[in-house]
């Protein structure tokens, strides 16, 4: 819908179109932070008891129905039946009831009423409820070998390994003429500077096309680039509903005097409703060996839709590192310099597979063109880059010219970014200028609002919008001091955590900055959330939430990266009463790799890893003395421990390869929380 069309029939048209998905946005929302309610309260209990184990199964029942809930809006938005939109209204109902029924039951000790428990089906390396795969709850790592061409066949052939041939063949579709003009035009962007994307697209087809799913070139292209024309306008409003700033994802680098032995280590969070999320580990004919962790294994996100293959963080064999997207959104750049480029993902491929530093990466992003600034920082190149020596992170590459660095918020052989801009001359922008009288700027966490306000996207700010009452200049005003605000109190988390362990900084300290939550508001969620929609207080602001989607710890020079899906602490509060997303099953563990000369070697080490693991498990853990939950622990590690015993018995080839790492890399989740247990 066009931005020039507004006013109230306009706005009943919108709504009419859109009036399911009203509906069934507040049931998720309501469920999710019933769910996140439950999650803190559940900690509260001693885990090694009957009760904590039978309250935790009801808790993953509801996260079963909670995501078929959001399958089935998926599902229902693009088909329009109602049949999708009545199964979605249900799971979102019936998990919405049993988080109600579970919380009353922690709380006040109420009775649990009865419900149908959902029943799960393993399909491939996933589980099923009825039609709906769950996000693995361990996140699965690919291993690619060879040309471009040869890892887009690979990397195809073990999406389907892992979850089906349906995560193939949700992206068949038919193009415009418009749509298809659009994509040739972005596509000849990434020919000219990442043309890997390409010849990895036409691999990803080719093998596609022999497992039964007919994806054509430009369908694969599309998941990389899009098929719409650059934003021309602040949140895109020109091409419809502004798009609101998202609070998601923090990050942390530090080498040098800062870190215990001088080499880079590196902390980041992606902080959103989780995907399925996966871990790609390339080791590429030509340049550097990588790893890097896309937020969707197809390049989308629920809610948010096409990412091109957005995520973080990421790391190369020479100890470059791509750690966060650089803090955002930001829209910095005048907008008549905006326009077509490439996306952040393609980049990021590009860079950690090209650049033999920060010094280079800094010199190839400088010389890419400004690009698609307006939606988003998925949208284009730029972000948080380090390494041994130094680090920056890109807030703006046009004037105002903004590259942090070390020392602007007090940083010594550091950084750190989340949501926010943090450079001083970020004010001097289009739309900060605009407003400049209502920031300011500190040297403990940037660019805050003077006058903090917290703010939800909801059908009446849509409505007012609509209707002329806010202008989109002001809309996008308040909604980036809503997101600066959040980050800023995360800048000064991050900030703090910098300087306490200057000097000490290791992989395990980077995993305590994550483990360490904030608060929430005494009293109901209701009021607090009012609350912080007035006046944007929320308790203590972390790092560390309830909506860590996965943490990763990373040392590029030692070529060891460590992921925990989901928080990596049970029952974390949440940042904001938006982001209150809870997961099923949650493992609140890592599962270690190592970037090696190769995939054999890599998988040495992750055998060696759980092999070590396995016989702490033995040593510690007492099969005959234990509570339910670790009961059920140990027939999963057992089951583990099964399926790497068949693996074994086969030849090392790539696909082989990859079900060991994805096997070893499950026991070591596994068994740490069998050994965190005793």
């Not at 004010?427 to 009288?437: A, G, L, Q, T």
């Not at 403990?444 to 609509?466: A, C, N, Q, Y």
């Not at 305590?512 to 929609?533: C, D, H, L, S």
């Amino acid at each position: 819908m066009a931005k020039s069309k507004v006013g109230m029939i306009e706005f009943i048209k919108f709504y009419k179109e859109n009036k399911k998905a009203f509906k069934a946005y507040p049931l998720r929302d309501k469920s999710r932070v019933q769910f996140t309610l439950c999650n803190m309260e559940l900690v509260k209990l001693d885990q090694q008891s009957d009760k904590y184990y039978k309250l935790l199964q009801i808790f993953n029942d509801g996260m079963i129905y909670h995501y078929a809930g959001k399958w089935n809006a998926t599902l229902a938005i693009k088909s329009k039946k109602k049949s999708d939109w009545d199964k979605t209204y249900k799971f979102f109902k019936l998990a919405l009831k049993i988080s109600e029924n579970l919380y009353d039951n922690l709380v006040n000790g109420s009775k649990i009423t009865d419900y149908v428990k959902p029943q799960l089906r393993e399909v491939s390396e996933i589980k099923f409820y009825e039609h709906v795969p769950l996000v693995p709850e361990i996140t699965p790592i690919v291993v690619l070998e060879g040309t471009s061409f040869e890892m887009g066949m690979q990397y195809c052939e073990q999406l389907s390994e892992i979850y089906g041939t349906w995560i193939l063949e949700r992206h068949q579709r038919t193009f415009s003429k418009s749509e298809v003009v659009e994509i040739n035009k972005w596509k000849e962007q990434h020919e000219g500077y990442t043309p890997e994307i390409i010849d990895f697209s036409k691999g990803w087809s080719k093998r596609s096309s022999e497992l039964g799913v007919a994806l054509s070139f430009e369908q694969v292209i599309d998941l990389w680039v899009g098929h719409k024309p650059p934003a021309s306008s602040y949140l895109n409003a020109d091409a419809g509903i502004p798009e609101l700033p998202p609070l998601a994802c923090t990050a942390i680098a530090a080498w040098n005097e800062a870190t215990e032995d001088g080499k880079l280590i590196a902390a980041a969070t992606g902080d959103h409703d989780m995907s399925y999320q996966i871990t790609i580990a390339m080791y590429p004919s030509d340049g550097n060996a990588l790893v890097f962790t896309p937020f969707e294994a197809t390049g989308t996100l629920p809610t948010v839709g096409p990412n091109w293959f957005f995520g973080h963080p990421g790391m190369n064999s020479k100890g470059l590192a791509y750690v966060h997207h650089g803090g955002g959104p930001k829209l910095l750049e005048p907008i008549d310099s905006w326009g077509y480029g490439i996306r952040r993902g393609a980049s990021v491929f590009h860079n950690l597979r090209y650049s033999n530093s920060s010094d280079e990466a800094f010199e190839k992003e400088m010389s890419w063109p400004i690009g698609d600034i307006g939606y988003g920082d998925q949208a284009t190149v730029g972000g948080f880059y380090a390494d041994s020596k130094s680090g920056y992170i890109i807030e703006s590459r046009h004037e105002p010219l903004c590259i942090r660095k070390q020392g602007l918020l007090g940083e010594t052989d550091y950084l750190f970014s989340n949501n926010s801009v943090m450079h001083k001359d970020a004010v001097e922008s289009e739309w900060m200028s605009k407003i400049r009288n209502l920031w300011q700027w500190d040297e403990v966490g940037g660019w805050r609002p003077k006058d903090p306000k917290g703010m939800t996207k909801s059908l009446k700010m849509i409505f007012e919008w609509f209707s002329g009452r806010i202008k989109t200049d002001e809309l996008m005003s308040r909604g980036m001091m809503f997101a600066y605000w959040n980050s800023y109190n995360r800048n000064k988390y991050l900030n703090s955590k910098g300087r306490e362990y200057f000097g000490k900084f290791n992989i395990e300290a980077m995993k305590k900055i994550y483990r360490f939550g904030g608060t929430m508001p005494n009293g109901e969620f209701k009021v607090a959330k009012q609350n912080y929609i007035d006046t944007g207080e929320w308790g203590e602001i972390s790092a560390a939430h309830a909506s860590n989607a996965l943490v990763v710890v990373m040392k590029p020079e030692d070529g060891l990266y460590s992921l925990c899906t989901g928080p990596a602490k049970r029952g974390l509060a949440p940042m904001s009463p938006d982001q209150a997303i809870s997961i099923y099953n949650e493992r609140n563990t890592f599962w270690d790799f190592k970037l090696d000369n190769s995939p054999l070697k890599s998988l040495e080490y992750v055998k060696n890893v759980a092999c070590d693991l396995i016989n702490e498990v033995i040593e510690k853990v007492d099969d005959k003395e234990m509570s339910m939950l670790g009961t059920d622990l140990y027939n999963e590690f057992n089951g583990y421990l099964e399926d790497i015993s068949i693996l074994e018995k086969n030849v090392n080839d790539l696909r082989i390869i990859n079900k060991k790492i994805r096997c070893y890399t499950r026991i070591h989740v596994v068994a740490r929380q069998l050994i965190q247990l005793k």
